[in-house]
């Protein structure tokens, strides 16, 4: 179908992470199957934004480098955005280069992906002290965020972590890493490489506040866990002693009985590991100790001179029922830095309201709210119409990769549904508009909403600003140029962290 034809549905995605992608993907897929009953047109153009100059979000630069699924993630969103009914527009910020008001005339619909990249506060005493440090900001750094920071101390001995999630399993698990081992299978950056090879942690600490059964691990994290060169793992055998009621409860979901058998097997390791004498999972001398704290929640960062000196952490009790209570036992833990990892908050959206509470854009059920509190009169926010969000701006930063297809198909199934509803420009199918450049009259089907249906009226709006946006091909070049740098070290990849050389690469 030509690119001019009027009557395709035109949509806006913000955000070319996971759920951007994905949803991009599943829409063009549902829509070919459903655009007949619906009485919808069943072609669409996507164009996706992305305010980075490279794509893939989360996937690049929100999860720890080691993790083996990334690259298959990977190679799979690329592949779907190898497609013409597609444009990728990256190096282009919502809020900065464009907003609500440029995109409702150009766009049938406008779909938020936008993520999170901001920490949960931990807000304990002494969580100000030099050395308190957000799992959001170290991960920046070892995945090469193009605005992150280029250096961190790691002359911290002993290291707490904070947190009962993936994050917190992967922030331990770089801090305990090999600097080789890493650089060997992953695409770390150079500046990674060295402060991994500086990192003076020998001793590491998890806090968990709850029991064996109420952690969010997955069984890959648990998995990378028991393969880490020169580690001792250290466990409290106390902590693996539950009940009947709690094992009974934890069967009934599968996820939560894979994960707690898992941490079975890590507790089996760990006692194979001090009855060798402290050893790592290949009978080495480990050289470093990470201990896994269940049931303890720290209630203060000791500081002395304005720096972490400790962990003041209170043993807790956790019942079948997930309901922590606490036990007025406390233990300090001499350490010189503590990570928390206890969660992101999902980014807020200019012109768009957003839900303090439950920290996402306001929404039901993927549509965008006038306000994120229900109203006394009505018992619920008005929606509005063509809004949507998807991924952790709409439920928050929960779940992998399933839970965001499954809220791309809750979602798109949604936007179609509306789409349905309207019969085009003045509410009539067939109606006739201005073309924008003026000139031609244009022909508009159900669902075709936009007033401006010109597909290149985007792209003259951002020379207007002087913004020049990185497509598909840009970030292929870029792609290129970190293959070859890889090849050059016997590796596959290697990553550009500075945004301009990623500009100058895609642009070039």
Not at 252 to 268: G, S
Not at 388 to 412: E, H
Request: charged share 30%.
């Amino acid at each position: 179908m030509s690119e001019n034809n009027s009557n395709e549905l035109r949509i806006a995605v913000v955000g070319a992470g996971p759920a951007g992608v994905y949803s991009s993907d599943i829409f063009l897929r549902e829509l070919k199957k459903k655009a007949a009953d619906l009485g919808l047109p069943d072609h669409a153009r996507i164009d996706l934004f992305e305010k980075l100059p490279v794509p893939f979000g989360l996937v690049r630069y929100g999860v720890a480098p080691d993790h083996p699924a990334i690259k298959y993630i990977a190679d799979a969103l690329e592949k779907t955005l190898d497609n013409p009914d597609i444009h990728l527009y990256c190096d282009v910020e919502f809020g900065r280069d464009l907003k609500l008001d440029d995109l409702m005339p150009r766009y049938d619909a406008v779909l938020f992906a936008t993520g999170a990249v901001a920490d949960r506060p931990l807000t304990i005493p002494g969580a100000d002290l030099d050395g308190v440090h957000g799992a959001a900001r170290f991960v920046e750094w070892y995945d090469g965020y193009p605005t992150g920071a280029r250096t961190w101390p790691l002359d911290a001995e002993k290291v707490a972590v904070i947190g009962g999630g993936n994050v917190a399993m992967d922030v331990s698990r770089e801090l305990m890493r090999n600097a080789d081992d890493l650089k060997a299978r992953t695409d770390i950056p150079d500046n990674v490489y060295e402060g991994i090879e500086g990192n003076k942690a020998r001793e590491l600490h998890l806090f968990i506040r709850r029991g064996v059964a109420q952690a969010k691990f997955s069984v890959q994290e648990l998995r990378e866990l028991e393969k880490l060169p020169g580690v001792q793992i250290v466990i409290n055998e106390d902590d693996f002693d539950l009940d009947d009621e709690t094992i009974e409860q934890a069967g009934k979901d599968k996820l939560t009985r894979q994960m707690v058998e898992e941490l079975y097997a890590v507790r089996d390791m760990a006692e194979d590991m001090e009855d060798g004498g402290g050893v790592d999972f290949e009978g080495n001398p480990a050289t470093k100790k990470y201990y896994i704290h269940f049931n303890s929640a720290p209630t203060e960062v000791l500081g002395e001179g304005g720096k972490v000196t400790g962990l003041h952490v209170e043993r807790t009790e956790t019942g079948a029922d997930g309901v922590m209570r606490h036990t007025g036992e406390f233990t300090d833990y001499p350490v010189e830095a503590v990570y928390h990892a206890i969660g992101y908050k999902p980014a807020s959206v200019p012109g768009v309201a957003y839900d303090e509470q439950r920290s996402v854009l306001a929404n039901e059920d993927g549509r965008i709210l006038a306000e994120p509190a229900f109203t006394a009169e009505t018992g619920k926010s008005t929606v509005r119409p063509r809004l949507y969000a998807t991924g952790w701006a709409k439920r928050g930063p929960v779940g992998l990769i399933g839970s965001t297809k499954s809220d791309a198909l809750l979602i798109v199934g949604n936007m179609l549904e509306d789409l349905s509803k309207s019969d085009g420009i003045d509410g009539g199918a067939g109606a006739s508009v201005a073309g924008a450049a003026g000139s031609d009259t244009v022909t508009t089907a159900k669902g075709c909403i936009a007033a401006d249906r010109d597909p290149e009226s985007i792209d003259r709006l951002l020379a207007s600003r002087g913004v020049k946006p990185i497509d598909f091909v840009g970030w292929k070049k870029v792609d290129a140029y970190e293959r070859a740098e890889g090849a050059k070290e016997g590796r596959e990849h290697k990553k550009v962290i500075d945004p301009d050389q990623l500009r100058a690469l895609a642009l070039g």
